[in-house]
């Protein structure tokens, strides 16, 4: 083999090294195939986008979905009568909240239903945005069950992404929040 035809070899042995994981990825992406990340969540599909439901905080104002600010929302969906196992389990999200460190300020909590009431609800406001809707939107992702709660990841477009059943995973909410809270 002579010099030339060597060399365009090597050249071509070095576009294939470049061009094979595009073209994988190529075939993998059109056969419809998807890496499975670990989520501790359920994905809501299909997701939603809520910039259409009306949300009315406590306070009168109109609660706002999508932020330019890149923050994130976790909306607690109560069952009737949230109580004593409701309020701790919104306490550990409360905490995973606090474990994210300098960008616990990229999540906000929305309590979405009755406010909760007695000894053990002392000072959850004052953590938690409370609120209201008239829409429909969550029944099928609402905890059902007396004194529980289930959980929604809300994205900065306002888009729900992640449904946290009733008896959630603190930990397993707590490392999905660092991955997404960046």
Not at 60 to 85: I, M, Q
Not at 126 to 133: E, I, S
């Amino acid at each position: 083999m002579d010099l030339r035809n060597r060399r365009r070899l090597q050249a071509t042995l070095i576009a294939a090294i470049f061009a094979a994981p595009v073209i994988v990825a190529m075939v993998l992406t059109m056969s419809g195939w998807t890496p499975h990340g670990r989520s501790y969540g359920q994905p809501v599909r299909p997701e939603r986008d809520l910039a259409s439901v009306p949300v009315e905080r406590a306070d009168g104002r109109a609660f706002a979905w999508s932020n330019h600010d890149g923050v994130w929302t976790l909306v607690a969906l109560p069952g009737p009568d949230c109580a004593e196992h409701c309020l701790r389990q919104l306490d550990l999200a409360h905490r995973a909240q606090i474990t994210l460190g300098k960008q616990a300020d990229k999540l906000r909590l929305l309590y979405l239903g009755e406010s909760p009431s007695g000894p053990a609800a002392q000072g959850f406001a004052a953590v938690w945005t409370l609120a209201g809707t008239p829409s429909h939107a969550f029944d099928d992702l609402r905890a059902h069950a007396r004194d529980s709660v289930s959980a929604v990841l809300v994205s900065p477009q306002g888009e729900a992404i992640t449904r946290y059943a009733v008896n959630f995973d603190a930990e397993g909410l707590r490392r999905d929040l660092k991955k997404a809270v960046r």
